[in-house]
């Protein structure tokens, strides 16, 4: 039964009303509840839907297995489980206002949200990595960027991020005391982190990854302007004679969209986590840090809800495969090897 006390004629409801120190509870109208059920299983269920054709598209489709490819499929798996897990359980926490389920599982779904959200972010880096060979190395990307060299990084940097996001909630497990020290009231799941550990994460978490992106691509940018001027320049040489490398022109032109799109998709992310880490940074000067961090987490939850939505505008092959996936033409034994970039 929920325990409702009136204090200066305000309803005041609580969280766990037998629990001395219990969190105080929101309390909405039915048509508010129902209303931000509905938003937030629809945002679920199609940030689960739409990064599931993405894998489905990578796995199935033969052409479709390139080192690039493996890279956004990693980054869909990711996002496939911020819909499938952080979604639903951080919008139960944000309309109940109240956590339910228990100190122990409060861990188990911070290391899930710190992971998922760190293997984003470090994808972005290998992207990055991936598009500077391909534009500024494209001599060297077939050695460099092989399917088994980025099948073996990706399994290394989830492997990372998941051991480092263990470590750092084992490391600070020793700061949760009880809700009279650290003021924390009980129904809430906030993980306390020591200045040392905060400092650690600063520089893993935030400006080590995102100095890298950042200047690999400021680089890019350069070297991809000098190659344009480059083919305009040839192109103008030999109009006359009609000398004209086809293949040549049309792998460079998918190269650049490439790495246009990811880049997109790169600086919706890095928008939301830099302005996330700005904010958290500058806690003091906010007038309310809490809704304004809350509301930039939420947006990079829904980032992942965004990314298949820029593949689908991007990139040709991922709305032919949507077509392949929801006609069932996907079971055709030979659908696998079509050339799916082909078609339209």
Not at 211 to 232: F, T
Not at 267 to 287: G, P, Q, R
Request: net charge positive.
């Amino acid at each position: 039964m929920e325990f409702i006390e009136s204090k200066d004629n305000y309803a005041v409801s609580y969280c766990f009303p037998t629990h001395n120190f219990s969190c105080v509870k929101v309390v909405r109208s039915k048509p508010e509840y129902m209303l931000m059920y509905i938003f937030f299983s629809l945002l679920s269920f199609f940030t689960v839907s739409m990064n599931l054709l993405v894998i489905i598209s990578i796995c199935h489709f033969k052409q479709l297995h390139t080192p690039t490819n493996l890279l956004i499929l990693s980054l869909s798996v990711s996002d496939f489980m911020v819909g499938l897990i952080v979604i639903p359980i951080e919008s139960i926490r944000l309309i109940e206002s109240c956590w339910y389920f228990g100190k122990t599982f409060c861990s188990i779904f911070q290391a899930t949200v710190f992971t998922v959200i760190f293997v984003s972010l470090y994808n972005l880096v290998l992207i990055a990595v991936d598009r500077y060979y391909a534009v500024c190395e494209p001599l060297l990307y077939c050695s460099r960027m092989t399917m088994t060299k980025t099948m073996m990084l990706i399994i290394l940097m989830w492997s990372y991020s998941i051991v480092y996001n263990l470590t750092l909630l084992y490391c600070n497990a020793n700061l949760y005391r009880t809700p009279q020290e650290d003021h924390i009231c009980h129904g809430d799941c906030t993980m306390l982190v020591s200045f040392t550990w905060g400092v650690i994460d600063l520089m893993v978490s935030f400006i080590g990854p995102c100095s890298v992106i950042l200047g690999m691509y400021v680089h890019i940018l350069k070297v991809a302007r000098r190659q344009e001027k480059a083919i305009n320049r040839a192109a103008g040489r030999f109009k006359d004679s009609k000398v004209v490398d086809t293949e040549s022109s049309q792998t460079k032109t998918s190269e650049r969209k490439g790495t246009k799109t990811l880049a997109i998709v790169l600086f919706v992310f890095m928008t939301c986590w830099i302005t996330h880490y700005a904010c958290v940074l500058s806690e003091e000067l906010i007038s309310n840090p809490s809704l304004v961090i809350a509301f930039l987490v939420w947006i990079l939850y829904i980032n992942s809800f965004l990314n298949p939505i820029i593949y689908a505008f991007r990139y040709t092959w991922f709305r032919v495969s949507i077509r392949h996936i929801l006609s069932l033409r996907v079971f055709d034994s030979s659908s696998a090897y079509i050339n799916i970039t082909a078609q339209k």
